[in-house]
């Protein structure tokens, strides 16, 4: 269960990564899921705040409590602080406030309950269910002629509208018709890339003494503790002595009362 929940949340901060390859519309071939993510705490715990903020609203997660999320380092009063909208017991299941009935009449299909839709959607020769949920969320696209105005490659004429999209940006998909060299006389119709339509940004600040002292004991972990650190002195690039320093350093910052971090992301795809 932990793994599944895990691997939903990583694919939700992880909508605006790199393009996958091209493939024939309706069997388009998935996309790896970097497992490294899985271990990635900050990446974990930024995809429960998307989940929790976006997803939540149509979808329940009815096998998940909340308190779960100490498996991603989040403590109790973390989770009540920023991730209980709705419910204020951190030993609830992940409810929606949606109506069933009603998001059948507006969407033309019931969102799924999440708990266990990774398990449940992987295939064999295409891959798990991770790299379904990961392709999913990275191949949605402008489509006037759908309901919710959006379509999507790994899931054509999906009833969901592009829950992420201010996140990502509008994108177009390409598609080119092309004479199918085993049978001539028919056409592929194949997808050939996505055409940005507009850019979006986003924002992560650490300015109050909680999430400082989060954001600066993650670093100041991450130099000293870890691979990070390690890989810096095997390439000639530091010394265990500089590293120390370094993870001082934050710690200072995070203790510091009119200290600030921020990180603007720009998303943008690369192709490959
Ligand atoms: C506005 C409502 C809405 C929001 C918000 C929403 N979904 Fe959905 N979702 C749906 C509907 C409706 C379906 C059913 C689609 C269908 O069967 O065509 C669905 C289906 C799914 C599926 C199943 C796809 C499949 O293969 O059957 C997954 C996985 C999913 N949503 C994940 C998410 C995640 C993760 C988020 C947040 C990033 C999210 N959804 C946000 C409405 C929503």
């Not at 069997?27 to 990635?40: L, V």
């Amino acid at each position: 269960m932990k793994r599944i929940l895990l691997s939903l949340v990583v694919a939700c901060g992880f909508a605006w990564a790199a393009l996958p390859a091209a493939a024939s519309e309706g069997s388009y071939a998935w996309d790896r899921f970097p497992s490294e993510k899985m271990t990635d705490m900050a990446s974990l715990q930024h995809g429960a705040k998307i989940f929790v903020n976006y997803c939540l609203s149509c979808h329940s997660a009815a096998y998940m409590r909340y308190n779960r999320l100490q498996d991603i380092g989040l403590t109790d009063d973390e989770i009540r602080k920023n991730l209980l909208f709705a419910t204020d017991k951190v030993g609830d299941t992940m409810k929606t406030s949606i109506d069933p009935k009603q998001a059948k009449d507006w969407f033309g299909a019931t969102p799924p309950d999440l708990s266990v839709i990774a398990r449940s959607r992987a295939e064999t020769g295409k891959g798990a269910g991770a790299d379904y949920l990961y392709t999913l969320w990275r191949t949605f696209y402008l489509d006037e002629s759908k309901p919710t105005g959006w379509n999507n490659l790994a899931f054509p004429d999906i009833a969901m509208p592009h829950a992420l999209w201010q996140l990502q940006g509008q994108r177009r998909a390409v598609f080119v018709d092309e004479k199918n060299p085993h049978e001539p006389e028919k056409t592929v119709h194949r997808f050939a890339g996505f055409e940005q339509v507009t850019v979006s940004s986003s924002t992560w600040t650490y300015a109050e003494p909680e999430s400082r002292a989060w954001w600066g004991g993650l670093w100041a972990d991450r130099i000293r503790f870890s691979r990070f650190g390690e890989q810096a002195v095997e390439y000639g690039l530091s010394d265990p002595d500089e590293l120390t320093s370094i993870g001082q350093a934050f710690l200072d910052w995070a203790a510091s009362p009119d200290a600030v971090f921020i990180v603007p992301h720009v998303e943008i795809l690369a192709m490959r």
